[in-house]
């Protein structure tokens, strides 16, 4: 049996090897970190552990006891959304929005580490997360928006 948070809420995991974006979905009933691919390479699973961007699909419970994870659903402050979240709102940098959960998880990790991202490190950044409907552009400029936003417009 091993703990974990989730969004600032301890879980039992009683199965240590247990799929963590299985156990996020079911037993935490969290939604927002989708199932892609299963493989780790189209960025929808991902999560948040202590702050670094982590594909749930191919992680186990037991590999984050002890690190707090961020889903989605976790970002936003009540109503208030995250600014990232708000920037994918105002930029319209969705279509279908199964892969965004994932983008703007990959986005919050970026400005967690890099306040002042170019739209090459941006581009970087989010190269493994796949997007089926191509708002790539809008995803870019979303990040960007988020980055201005976040460090209070001056870059």
């Known amino acids: 049996m091993v703990t974990i948070h989730i969004n600032g809420a301890p ?5 240590p090897n247990r799929n963590l974006l299985s156990f996020i979905r079911f037993e935490a009933g969290l939604t927002g970190s989708k ?3 299963g ?3 189209c960025g929808a ?3 948040l552990v202590d702050g670094q961007a982590l594909r749930a699909c191919m992680s186990t419970v037991g590999t984050v006891a002890g690190g707090h994870i961020t889903t989605i659903e976790g970002l936003a402050d009540g109503d208030d959304l995250h600014p990232v979240q708000q920037a994918f709102v105002d930029e319209s940098a969705m ?5 965004i959960p994932g983008f703007i998880m990959t986005s ?9 991202p170019d739209r090459r490190q941006i ?3 989010l190269s493994q997360n796949m997007c089926r409907c ?6 870019l400029n979303a990040v960007e928006s988020a980055a201005s936003n976040m460090a209070g417009g001056a870059q």
């Open 11 to 15: 879980h039992e995991a009683p199965e």
């Open 35 to 37: 199932y892609g691919c």
């Open 39 to 41: 493989e780790g390479l």
């Open 45 to 47: 699973c991902t999560v």
């Open 95 to 99: 279509q279908c929005g199964y892969c």
């Open 108 to 116: 919050v990790a970026l400005l967690n580490r890099e306040h002042y």
């Open 123 to 125: 581009r970087e950044a």
């Open 134 to 139: 191509g708002t790539y552009q809008r995803i």
